[in-house]
């Protein structure tokens, strides 16, 4: 098992940045892929960043792409989103995933990710 501890949420103005934080304990392996996904009030969640085992192969989605990015220190276990120029559409509940153990590519897909964190707020206002 993989356990995932999403921190670094908050409330921020719009324009702002936030730097977010996801520490995998347990079996931890640095050779699968990761993700951040989000879920707005209303909607369903939907993926954010991946990045593969070695950080070498990154992808974004189109409403967050030159203003995030996601980045991974494989000797802390641990994944970062670095957020700039917040908009208050991106206030969400962001979730850090992990893909299956020697899963190494990253992926859009949320069925291809086998353990997910509790979630972290961000709130942008304008």
């Known amino acids: 098992q993989v356990r995932l501890v999403e921190s670094g949420g908050g409330l921020v103005q719009a324009g702002g940045s936030l730097r977010l934080s996801c520490a995998a304990s347990?079996?931890?392996?640095?050779?699968?892929?990761m993700g951040w996904f989000r879920q707005a009030p209303g909607k369903e969640r939907a993926f954010v960043a991946t990045?593969?085992?070695?950080?070498?192969?990154?992808g974004y989605a189109d409403s967050v792409k030159d203003r995030f990015t996601i980045s991974r220190d494989n000797a802390k276990n641990t994944v970062y989103l670095q957020m700039n120029s917040l908009k208050p559409s991106d206030t969400a509940v962001y979730y850090c995933?992990?893909?299956?153990?020697?899963?190494?590519?990253?992926?859009?897909?949320?069925?291809?990710?086998?353990?997910w964190g509790q979630g972290t707020q961000v709130t942008v206002s304008s």
């Open positions: 990045i593969n085992w070695s950080g070498g192969s990154t």
């Open positions: 347990g079996r931890t392996s640095s050779t699968y892929g």
């Open positions: 995933a992990a893909r299956p153990r020697y899963s190494s590519g990253g992926s859009i897909y949320e069925s291809e990710y086998a353990y």
